[in-house]
């Protein structure tokens, strides 16, 4: 499948922008920004992007592409600082601004038109910027093409396909970015549209089938979309008797977490499905510990053993492959740029289990999301049959609700804090709110206040909704319900859930507060 390399210098953006290229149809792979040219440089490469970076391209630690991509003669883009990178390379001079410019600027072509880069894009577009050097001279042969006020906008070879642009195409905010990126894709790469679900579920299930070969293949499902995915995928693709699915039930799940994941599992063909009860494991080990991070090691370990000891049980050929729900974005390691991926386990209990371990080292490990993004992931899940309670479902952390009761973890307060849970999401459905929110849960907190109930004084249990909009997690905002759904909603909580006596909304965004509370 033609592609477009895009070399990651740790900018923010590099992952968009290989995002970008692939919402118009063209795959885009996201590599460290010094790899080499015999490690991804393959006949299917039609174009190369140089990405931004946190860095001054003089600095002393900045990020380099290696001269043989550079010299490879494959028509590239530079963003930013892959501009000022090819700008330097080329013997022109990059000068740092008095301060960092961040925001809109307006870009004027020099002749009226920007040439086949710009093609179908207007003059005077409003362009998005975030730099702090900017070119001062360009290299012999190289011409600016548009101009800001302040800045050249863009600028090319004469003769050569190679770009370079000052300001960020991938972001939302630059007027007709996906168009600039189209056209170098397409028009100036020569890249043909072959990325597509069903083009990428065929490739995925070929290399499944060649490396897992006869032998079986272990999957630990989380209960989310990511391993049952892979799941879906590896049991269209190898006789379901070889797969083998191993589900751990801390008892920290959602309401009916383990009868749906059973059941979709079980209707994707599922004839080898481990569901383990541990959940006395893990209420035992949790006895008494209130302190986040040890709660979160505590789990970690229990699973850890849980998994070894079932496994050993379950007698699973020892030659058994492991495939995992590893994404696209879990590889990387944020400032640093892909290819940096070596420890990367993709667990939802980030297990640091020997037994996987060994595995990874001996190559042993199939990660057939890897190349993908999240909502490409559901795409293909749907495809492959994945209820869409599963595929459209909230996140979950890994530690589950452990993490949601502050203070100590108790069966009780478990069961409360999930049949609120429960409740507050069944309500959010119930009112159309649920795919309108990135994630909402309850928060058990390790207070109790005063109520009143009919004559009764009582003393109950304080809970907190937490609801936010967010594109990946990383900062999220609150969402603004109606005040009527969280007064009803509030009210069905503590009508109905004994123990409860007060909810409390949580309006705080991230940053400064984080997702979870723990
Ligand atoms: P925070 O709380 O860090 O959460 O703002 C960001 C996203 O990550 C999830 N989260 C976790 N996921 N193991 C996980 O697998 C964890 O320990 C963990 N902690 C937070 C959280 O639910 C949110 O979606």
Redesign the pocket.
């Given at each position: 499948m033609d592609k477009i390399l895009v070399l990651d210098f740790g900018g923010q953006t590099a992952q968009l922008i290989g995002r970008r290229i692939r919402e118009c149809g063209v795959y885009a792979e996201v590599v460290a920004g010094d790899s080499r040219a015999a490690d991804v440089l393959d006949l299917d490469v039609k174009g190369v992007v140089l990405s931004g970076s946190p860095y001054s391209v003089y600095e002393k630690d900045a990020p380099h592409a290696s001269a043989d991509i550079l010299d490879s003669g494959l028509p590239m883009l530079g963003i930013c600082y892959g501009f000022h990178h090819i700008v330097a390379a080329g013997g022109g001079v990059v000068e740092p601004r008095e301060s960092r410019e961040f925001g809109r600027a307006s870009v004027r072509f020099l002749n009226g038109a920007g040439g086949p880069l710009f093609a179908g894009v207007p003059d005077g577009f409003v362009s998005w910027m975030s730099h702090g050097d900017s070119v001062a001279e360009l290299p012999d042969g190289c011409s600016t093409i548009a101009v800001s006020d302040t800045f050249i906008a863009a600028a090319a070879y004469e003769g050569r396909p190679v770009f370079g642009l000052q300001f960020h195409p991938e972001v939302s905010h630059c007027e007709h970015g996906r168009t600039i990126l189209e056209n170098f894709a397409t028009k100036i790469c020569g890249a043909r549209r072959e990325w597509d679900v069903d083009r990428y579920l065929s490739e995925a299930s070929d290399e499944v089938a060649r490396r897992v070969g006869s032998r079986d293949v272990l999957v630990l499902i989380s209960g989310g979309v990511d391993s049952t995915v892979v799941a879906a995928l590896l049991l269209a693709t190898v006789a379901p008797e070889r797969v083998h699915l191993m589900y751990i039930d801390t008892g920290l799940m959602r309401k009916n977490e383990t009868e749906e994941v059973a059941e979709s599992l079980t209707g994707l063909g599922a004839r080898n499905l481990h569901l383990v009860d541990a959940a006395e494991e893990f209420f035992s080990a949790l006895e008494g510990v209130c302190d986040p991070e040890k709660k979160?090691e505590i789990i970690g370990d229990t699973f850890m053993t849980v998994l070894e000891t079932r496994i050993a049980e379950l007698s699973i050929p020892s030659d058994a492959i492991l495939a995992q729900g590893t994404l696209y974005t879990d590889m990387i390691e944020s400032g640093k740029g892909v290819g940096k991926r070596a420890a990367v386990i993709k667990s939802?209990h980030?297990v640091r289990s020997p037994l996987i371990e060994a595995k990874r080292l001996a190559g042993e490990v199939v990660e057939p999301l890897r190349n993908l993004y999240k909502d490409e992931v559901r795409a293909l899940g749907r495809r492959l049959g994945v209820p869409e309670s599963i595929i459209g479902r909230h996140?979950?952390?890994?530690?589950g609700l452990a993490?949601r009761i502050l203070g100590d973890v108790t069966r009780r307060r478990c069961e409360v804090l999930r049949e609120a849970d429960a409740l507050f999401i069944s309500e959010l459905k119930r009112r159309e709110l649920y795919h309108k929110i990135w994630?909402a849960f309850c928060v058990l907190l390790p207070v109790r206040s005063v109520g009143v109930t009919g004559d009764a004084r009582n003393y109950g249990d304080v809970l907190a909704l937490r609801a936010i909009t967010s594109r990946d997690?990383m900062t999220?905002d609150v969402y603004p319900f109606e005040m009527n759904d969280l007064l009803e909603i509030s009210s069905l909580i503590t009508n109905s859930i004994r123990g409860v006596g007060r909810v409390v909304y949580d309006v705080s965004s991230?940053p400064p507060a984080?997702?979870?509370w723990e």
């Open positions: 979160r939802h980030n996140p979950f952390p890994g530690p993490v994630q997690g999220a991230k984080t997702i979870e």
